[in-house]
Antibody, heavy 119, light 113 residues
Framework: EVQLVQSGAEVKKPGESLRISCKGS????????FAWVRQMPGKGLEWMGL????????RYSPSFQGQVTISADKSISTAYLQWSSLKASDSAVYYC????????????WGQGTLVTVSS | DIVMTQSPDSLAVSLGERATINCKSS????????????LAWYQQKPGQPPRLLIS???ARESGVPERFSGSGSGTDFALTISSLQAEDVAVYYC?????????FGQGTKLEIK
């Protein structure tokens, strides 16, 4: 069974760094790209970027380029989303999701990680 | 970026009636070499991650009830629920995966009238 299990909720202060994770299981991690999607409180879905964990090729939405870093450790089948300096506006639920067959739809989703940034 | 625009923003339909949600892309998402529309539909219920319902504009995912169907090509698409059930109350999103960034529509909130 394919599963994406994300790390738990985080509460951080502005300016702090953060890395959240997403562990894939039940499939060959390096054979499928993954993506990160943001959902701000009460709002819609925003596509942030994706990575091919096989070769670490990474693409970002222009809206998120330079704001976050997407990475992966294929030895432990885990994807990461990282911030070096959080802002209050980064408060949101972040989902990881697997892309089907290269550039296909998002067929499996993690449960989401709530990030709260507040002073 | 390809802009995805859904209509309406919200929709109230009686149980057993048909519900139709529209999605328009600012650019063509039909890839001519394989004649596939790179368009998906997702359902999101409160407190849950989105669920993939339809891929390639009209291919229903395994386990998705037959009352859900997708149609359209090029720039204009629709998700239809033929007979609304109580469990279909959710927010529905379209998404193009033709070109990066793979943008979503703003979402359509579906409620029971």
């Amino acid at each position: 069974e394919v599963q994406l299990v994300q790390s738990g909720a985080e509460v951080k202060k502005p300016g702090e760094s953060l890395r959240i994770s997403c562990k894939g299981s039940g499939y060959s991690f390096t054979d499928f790209w993954f993506a990160w999607v943001r959902q701000m409180p009460g709002k819609g879905l925003e596509w942030m970027g994706l990575m091919d964990p096989g070769d670490s090729d990474t693409r970002y939405s222009p809206s998120f380029q330079g704001q976050v870093t997407i990475s992966a450790d294929k030895s432990i089948s885990t994807a990461y989303l990282q911030w070096s300096s959080l802002k209050a506006s980064d408060s949101a639920v972040y989902y990881c999701a697997r892309l089907r067959a290269g550039n296909g739809p998002l067929d499996y989703w993690g449960q989401g990680t709530l990030v709260t940034v507040s002073s | 970026d390809i802009v995805m625009t859904q209509s309406p923003d919200s929709l109230a339909v009686s149980l057993g009636e048909r519900a139709t949600i529209n999605c328009k892309s600012s650019q063509n998402v039909l890839y001519s070499s394989n004649n596939k529309n790179y368009l998906a539909w997702y359902q999101q219920k409160p407190g849950q991650p989105p669920r993939l319902l339809i891929s390639w504009a009209s291919a229903r995912e395994s386990g998705v009830p037959e009352r859900f169907s997708g149609s359209g090509s090029g720039t204009d698409f629709a998700l239809t629920i033929s007979s609304l059930q109580a469990e279909d109350v959710a927010v529905y999103y379209c998404q193009q995966y033709y070109s990066i960034p793979y943008t979503f529509g703003q979402g359509t909130k579906l409620e029971i009238k």
